[in-house]
């Protein structure tokens, strides 16, 4: 079986490939050869007519515009104000397009712009933010990379409120997994990708984060995302799945303190 993000991308050539993208993935053990190296790390394959073509990996690693060639892979990030998804609320919106590790510090940057962060004197002053940048981290990371990107038309949807964050990832939960052991069990649609991501350095400071890269096979990001979110809000992170085809998680906001 050939994983959809290790399929060779119609209409697409190897000159689509950013060097400076793809060449980070080197190692002083790579083939020097740059098809080669290319070959091996499934940047590129052959199509059935023999043409060498990027990966949809490759396309979204290693190209500058991913979302040319597809059009659903880019991240819908809105702000609202107060709990209402309504347009006349809207105080902050942007299509996060370009390489997937570039959408996923541009998705936390986004939510750290808008989120308010309290400050009360204790008589030192103590900040809370309304969220925990290493859990909304962790979110976007797992979107990201789990997402089923060959479910056209259908992008990733980070809706900010006063009151929640909600993500919208594409796709079933793979596997036999279920919304309650997204915690304990752990499963990659996306090989590929999830490999190509476990060797990009972290590109955002995350307060709290222990991470050199950005992704983890330990698969401790939805503990990480559930323990952080409750200890700042009280409230457990919530996840859904409508219809089998999109997985929304829930994170609720940290209460204003003295009814700010």
């Not at 050869?33 to 052959?46: C, H, P, T």
């Not at 308010?116 to 979110?139: C, D, G, H, M, W």
């Not at 304990?184 to 984060?209: F, H, K, P, W, Y």
């Amino acid at each position: 079986m050939i994983r959809f993000d290790e399929q060779p991308m119609p209409g697409t050539t190897i000159n689509n490939l950013n060097p400076k993208l793809w060449s980070r993935f080197r190692t002083t053990i790579s083939p020097k050869d740059d098809l080669e190296f290319l070959e091996k790390m499934k940047l590129v394959v052959k199509d059935e007519d023999g043409v060498t073509r990027p990966t949809v990996s490759g396309i979204l690693m290693a190209c500058d515009t991913p979302e040319s060639f597809m059009n659903s892979a880019y991240i819908q990030a809105v702000c609202y104000r107060g709990t209402e998804r309504n347009g006349a609320y809207q105080l902050d919106a942007k299509d996060i397009t370009g390489p997937l590790d570039i959408q996923i510090r541009d998705a936390c940057k986004f939510v750290d712009r808008n989120m308010r962060v309290y400050a009360i004197k204790a008589p030192n002053r103590i900040e809370t933010p309304q969220f925990s940048l290493n859990a909304v981290f962790e979110a976007v990371v797992n979107a990201v990379a789990h997402r089923d990107y060959s479910v056209y038309g259908s992008k990733i949807r980070l809706h900010q409120f006063a009151d929640r964050l909600e993500i919208f990832s594409p796709g079933s939960i793979p596997n036999t997994m279920t919304v309650d052991s997204l915690s304990e069990r752990q499963s990659a649609r996306n090989e590929l990708i999830t490999s190509l991501l476990a060797r990009c350095s972290m590109n955002i400071d995350v307060i709290g984060s222990q991470r050199n890269y950005i992704m983890d096979k330990r698969g401790e990001g939805v503990p990480i995302i559930l323990t952080e979110s409750k200890t700042l809000s009280g409230k457990m992170p919530v996840y859904r799945l409508f219809d089998d085809a999109e997985l929304m998680l829930t994170i609720f906001a940290a209460e204003p303190p003295n009814g700010e």
